[in-house]
């Protein structure tokens, strides 16, 4: 299985496995990288985990990944 490179934008729905995360589940804060702004703890989001990389997880603003969705 070939790894993709860190970088957002090679990366395909196939490729990365969405998860809704819960406004209780939410307990950092972290940086969306759609819009490169945070999200901020107890905030409902979505994590984007590649699976053949799973420790580069990246948190995403929900509209921000339907926007990056769009994009292809
Ligand atoms: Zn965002």
């Known amino acids: 299985m070939k790894r993709h490179r860190p ?3 090679l990366w395909h729905d196939d490729a990365v496995e969405v998860r809704p995360v819960q406004p209780f ?3 950092k804060r972290y940086t969306c990288p759609g819009c ?3 999200i901020a703890p107890g905030a409902g989001h979505l ?3 590649p699976r053949d990389a ?3 997880r990246r948190h995403w603003h929900r509209p921000c990944w339907s926007m990056r969705a769009r994009r292809r």
């Open 7 to 9: 970088a957002t934008d």
């Open 25 to 27: 589940q939410a307990l």
């Open 36 to 38: 490169h702004t945070d």
């Open 47 to 49: 994590v984007a985990v």
């Open 54 to 56: 799973p420790d580069l």
